[in-house]
């Protein structure tokens, strides 16, 4: 995983969005919106604007049934994504480190610090690539470093399913899908319904 940018902060531009957002228009952009192939931009602060998009954003990830959300699946090249994965049978928030979440969590700036463990298989989805699962493998547990919703710093430890989360949501930051990381088996088992969306893409359908 890559390192905090540097030389981005603090300055005018951040964003690629000219314009103030208005966070109850976001919805769930699909592949293959270019925004999804972009590498992010770092939020320059944690403004009301930044709450609100987080907050919308979790509604999203819930509608859709995700355990997971980044800014570019909502059409903004933002260093920001929000994550919830609920405790069931497999997953605790009470393990060390836990694989699961009580709250959603939201992550500003988030660079991956520490990857360990053995590299686990999983049959991932993405809700900006819908029908299309394929078997990624990632290390079982993440650190994470990031900012929170009160411009406090914080450092996140996870496993399971919430390690892969955090994982796959970082990806998004840097333009990076399910579709580069998946088997060779996956790719071609999903071959089809990929074209299906780049050719409905291609006719305007992909913001
Ligand atoms: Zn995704």
Redesign the pocket.
Known sequence: MRARAVGAWGGAGLYDAPMPVNAGELYIVTYPAAVLRRKAAPVGGVTPEVREVAARMIDLMHRAEGV?L?AP?VGLSWRLFVAHVPENEERSTASSPPSATRVPVVFVNPVITALAGPSVGYDEG????PEITGEVLRPEVATVRATDLAGQEFTFRASGLLARCLQ??ID?LDGV??LDRMSQTARLRNRAAIRDLERSGAAGGGR
């Open positions: 997971g980044a699946q993405c809700l900006s690539i796959h949501e998004h899908l399910i």
